[in-house]
């Protein structure tokens, strides 16, 4: 099939309207494709199942508002109790490159620091970037309770680690 000149022009005239639409949408595109992968990595990677109150036990059905606001309930074991970080509030006064530090230093169970040192520092940026887009609001999680202390508030009881392996 051959394009007579009039349809090439039209068709030029409808392409360049396209690409007008979408830069006034999204006054980045490249900052909107990073969120757009930092929510993505939120959601599949399992973030908010413990980052977000009542987000696993409602199969997800939880604004998007009141994502990585923290967990109040705790996870109790060898460890002491431990409660899912307010992740909005951590990162408001990081940059970046301190949130990589800190997302690859091991903090106690059961967070699954190990799954973000498998993650690529543009998968860390990404995840960081939509954090702070959300931006800072709640209240801090519980501070962490030694193992000695029962908590105050609720928690999950973990049994203790099977015989032999590292605490
Ligand atoms: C199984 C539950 C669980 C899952 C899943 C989880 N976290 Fe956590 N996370 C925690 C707990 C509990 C803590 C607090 C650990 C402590 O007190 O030492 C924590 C702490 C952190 C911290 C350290 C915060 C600080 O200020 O020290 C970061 C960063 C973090 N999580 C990011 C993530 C990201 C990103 C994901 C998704 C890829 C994720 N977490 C998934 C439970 C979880």
């Known amino acids: 099939m051959t394009f007579r000149k009039p349809m090439l022009a039209a ?44 987000y696993a036990p409602s199969a997800g059905k939880v604004d998007e508002s009141q994502w990585l606001l923290g967990e109040r309930v705790g996870y109790r074991g060898p460890w002491g109790t431990t409660y899912a970080t307010n992740l909005r509030l951590a990162v408001q006064d990081m940059t970046a490159e301190q949130f990589m530090v800190r997302a690859r230093s091991p903090p106690r169970p059961p967070m699954p620091w ?44 973990f049994p203790a680690p099977p015989p032999g392996a590292k605490p």
């Open 11 to 54: 068709l030029a005239a409808a392409a360049m309207v396209v690409t007008v639409t979408e830069s006034a949408e999204t006054a980045s595109p490249e900052m909107s494709a990073q969120l757009v992968r930092g929510k993505y990595l939120v959601q599949v990677a399992g973030c908010n199942d413990c980052h977000t109150a009542g």
């Open 114 to 157: 190990f799954n973000l040192v498998a993650m690529r520092d543009g998968d860390l940026k990404a995840i960081f970037a939509y954090l702070q887009h959300l931006g800072p609001a709640g209240e801090p999680a519980p501070a962490y309770v030694p193992p000695d202390q029962t908590p105050t508030g609720p928690f999950v009881q």
